[in-house]
């Protein structure tokens, strides 16, 4: 049994910065590919950033604003958020992979087998 277990949300004003954590625990070996995805109130999940080894990708609406890392050691995947702006509230996911499907790519859901339960993030103006 895989756990993704996510941190670091809360309440920020605009402009302000966040930073997310998730560890992945149970059986695990090494995951692969590691991203977040977010879901605000009456909207569908959609991706924010991925990482598959060395490689990182990210929605047009957070490039230069937020930034993925992680810890293989630790199978911990970040977010560090800055300037944050309101529409940037949301539910934050952590998600993760021990393979990486070509076929769908690091901003598909049906790449990650593995879903945390979710953080929340509140930006106000």
């Known amino acids: 049994q895989v756990q993704l277990v996510e941190s670091g949300g809360g309440l920020v004003q605009a402009g302000g910065t966040l930073r997310l954590s998730c560890a992945a625990s149970g059986r695990t070996s090494s995951m692969v590919v590691m991203g977040w995805f977010r879901q605000a109130p009456g909207k569908e999940r959609e991706f924010v950033a991925g990482t598959w080894w060395s490689n990182s990708y990210y929605a047009d609406s957070v490039k230069g604003r937020f930034t993925i890392s992680r810890d293989n050691a630790k199978n911990t995947v970040y977010l560090q958020m800055n300037s944050l702006k309101p529409e940037d509230t949301a539910v934050y996911y952590c998600?993760?992979?021990?393979?990486?499907?070509?076929?769908?790519?690091?901003?598909?859901?049906?790449?990650?087998?593995?879903w945390g339960q979710g953080t929340q993030v509140t930006v106000s103006s």
């Open positions: 998600a993760a992979d021990q393979q990486y499907r070509a076929s769908y790519g690091l901003a598909a859901i049906s790449s990650y087998k593995y």
